[in-house]
């Protein structure tokens, strides 16, 4: 069963950037499209972005133009780049496989306050 283990999370201010890892394990991470999810208090998980195995991206209108997805099938690994940060996207960030999930991970916190 694939596993997943999110990293790289914090607290930064307004504007600020982070840059979130997840490793995979227990699967054939290459054929998979993966995925970044979120999930804010009081409110449901949702996708954030989603990389296919050929590296076609696809964002949230929400996050558009500032968080980029890659991945390197080699170290099985997908990454999420965060960049000029907002307070609603404070959140716990999960990755996962959209349309074959696997179980969530314990995800990573990521906190945008000034």
């Known amino acids: 069963q694939v596993q997943f283990v999110e990293s790289g999370g914090g607290s930064v201010q307004p504007g600020g950037s982070l840059r979130l890892s997840c490793a995979a394990s227990?699967?054939?991470?290459?054929?998979?499209?993966m995925g970044w999810y979120r999930q804010a208090p009081g409110k449901q998980r949702e996708l954030v972005a989603h990389?296919?195995?050929?590296?076609?991206?696809n964002y949230a209108d929400a996050v558009k133009g500032r968080f980029t997805i890659s991945r390197d099938n080699a170290k099985n690994t997908v990454y999420l780049q965060m960049n000029s940060l907002k307070p609603e996207d404070t959140a716990v960030y999960y990755c996962?496989?959209?349309?074959?999930?696997?179980?969530w991970g314990q995800g990573t916190q990521v906190t945008v306050s000034s």
């Open positions: 996962n496989r959209p349309g074959a999930l696997g179980y």
């Open positions: 227990g699967s054939i991470f290459r054929i998979y499209t």
């Open positions: 990389i296919t195995p050929g590296g076609s991206t």
